[in-house]
């Protein structure tokens, strides 16, 4: 798919004053600092279209961009930040859990994780919400060009040999890197795919 236009619409921690749910909708979420942000602006093309930062936390709000004029992409705020408060996660949790029962355009998510990691128990958990609440996502293993490729296969084999664990079926994954842009016409496919 040819990205022709992107653009920055809003910004706002409220489900109900997202921008109206007319188009199909694409949302990132995974830990603090795992390349949301970075995978978006790989994406579209865009530098600087999502803010970015070696620090987590970053990202704090729903933030919306409009593509093509026919679809969104919404950059969330990362989970598993340590040094944030007992409030400000619960705060998270309850947007965040809000904004994917009840997005009704949400096409799907994208759960990026780390692909020098082992599988974590708040992407685990957070991926079982998402079955449970029957919302459709998929998996990106970010990062890859901090690796060798044979280690990221590893890496991703162990991980979802982890899920197989309680998973029946497994969800697609993507591999991908925001600095080699790595996996760019694999997701942009994709999404072309459903918003078919
Ligand atoms: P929060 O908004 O804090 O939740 O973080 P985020 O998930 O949006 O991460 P962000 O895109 O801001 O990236 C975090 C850091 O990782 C930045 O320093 C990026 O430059 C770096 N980074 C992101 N993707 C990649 C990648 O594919 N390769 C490398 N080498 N660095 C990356
Ligand atoms: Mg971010």
Known sequence: MIIRA???????SRVDQCPPPTLPEYAFIGRSNVGKSSLINMLTGQKGLAKTSSLPGKTQLINHFLIND???????????????????????LKMINFYMRRRENLACV?????????????????MEMLGTEGVPFVMVFTKT???????????IVTYLQKMSETWDELPRHFITSAEEKTGREEVLDFIEEINR
């Open 145 to 155: 060009d901090k690796q060798s490729g044979s280690r990221t296969q590893q890496n």
């Open 6 to 12: 992107a653009k920055f619409l809003m910004s706002n």
């Open 70 to 92: 026919a679809w969104y992409l919404v950059d969330l705020p990362g989970y598993g930040y340590a040094k944030v408060s007992k409030d400000s996660r619960a705060a998270w």
């Open 110 to 126: 994208f759960v990026l994780v780390d692909s020098r990691h082992e599988p974590q128990t708040p992407d685990l958990e957070f």
